[in-house]
């Protein structure tokens, strides 16, 4: 019990730095990444500011500046607040007056409501609140512009509470199932590292090689060390073997199917197969299959509720990750 909470604790503190790194890789493959909040201040802090929380302080300690006259807010409300230049009110012309052979002097009042000039797809009733799409323009994307009325101030990237908690609980459930063995230390320091990968490609659908490839080094290595410590439930030659089978059978699915498999997913399966070969092949095999029967669930529920067709992509990572610590469950020998 008090092992599951001190792992409990230690994934908690850990998520709260998770949201930070994942707002910055979560950028398409030809940007670089992101060194700025969404209002454009330098992201700073410890490790070139990759390190802390995910809130700007400027952005979080002073409101908007808010035109009276032409209810403009932003730089250019605060631009002119600076300089002392009184709001001009511009004449707007309705459309639909316009081709009536009338026009509209003055902007629009609450008893002469107009139609937008273009309406955005959040604007149309009952669509996808721009903060919970997944992609360039999800949560960790330039949506964030737009979550004022729904976080705090300065805040950006993905919810930070949601991500350490959840983290957290998957620290303190896999510390409950291996029990104090010397691969619990191994899980609990790429538990956020799987978090944030998880994260990034739900975002952008892209796995970045900075992660991947060092989590399987770091994979190898750490399971290696605990190899040489009594009390392992394990094996580093399953673990390396494990690696490899599962690294070729996506390379071998990437072959097949390019649009259906992305190479990050090729790098990110050697360290899930290390993970899962650490137990042996059973685990092995039933932690792979996990992650594709996930998958593909998620990908049905969609096509049933219509929110995805069969040719629509979808980001296969994070069921990966689902399908690793699951094997590890599994695999997991339990207290001593």
Request: charge should be neutral; proline fraction near 11%.
């Amino acid at each position: 019990m008090m092992l599951s909470l001190f792992a409990a604790g230690y994934g908690v503190v850990a998520g709260l730095l998770v949201s930070r790194p994942a707002y910055r890789l979560a950028v398409p493959a030809d940007e670089p990444w992101r060194t700025a909040c969404p209002a454009g201040h330098p992201l700073t802090g410890p490790a070139r500011g990759w390190l802390g929380p995910a809130r700007c302080a400027p952005c979080g300690g002073r409101a908007p500046a808010t035109s009276a006259a032409s209810g403009e807010s932003g730089p250019a409300a605060s631009a002119a607040a600076a300089s002392g230049e009184a709001a001009v009110s511009v004449p707007v012309t309705d459309p639909a007056a316009d081709r009536a052979g009338q026009t509209t002097d003055g902007p629009a009042t609450a008893s002469e409501p107009r139609a937008p000039a273009s309406t955005a797809p959040e604007d149309l009733p009952g669509a996808e609140d721009p903060d919970q799409r997944s992609g360039p323009e999800g949560p960790t994307g330039p949506a964030t512009a737009h979550a004022g009325a729904h976080r705090p101030r300065g805040r950006y990237g993905p919810r930070t509470v949601a991500v350490s908690l959840v983290t957290g609980a998957g620290c303190a459930v896999i510390a409950a199932a291996v029990g104090p063995r010397p691969e619990l230390a191994v899980w609990l320091l790429l538990t956020p590292v799987a978090v944030l990968l998880a994260l990034v490609d739900r975002a952008v659908h892209r796995l970045p090689d900075v992660l991947t490839l060092p989590l399987a080094g770091a994979a190898a290595v750490l399971l290696g060390l605990a190899d040489l410590l009594p009390g392992n439930a394990g094996s580093w030659p399953g673990a390396l073997l494990g690696g490899a089978a599962l690294g070729a059978v996506y390379v071998l699915l990437f072959v097949i199917n390019p649009n259906g498999m992305g190479f990050g997913d090729v790098k990110l399966a050697l360290a899930v197969g290390l993970a899962l070969g650490w137990y042996g092949w059973p685990v092995l095999i039933a932690g792979a299959f996990a992650g594709f029967v996930a998958g593909a669930g998620y990908g049905l529920g969609l096509m049933l509720l219509r929110r995805a067709g069969r040719k629509t992509a979808m980001p296969f990572g994070p069921f990966m990750i689902f399908g690793a610590f699951l094997g590890v469950l599994l695999g997991g020998p339990g207290p001593l």
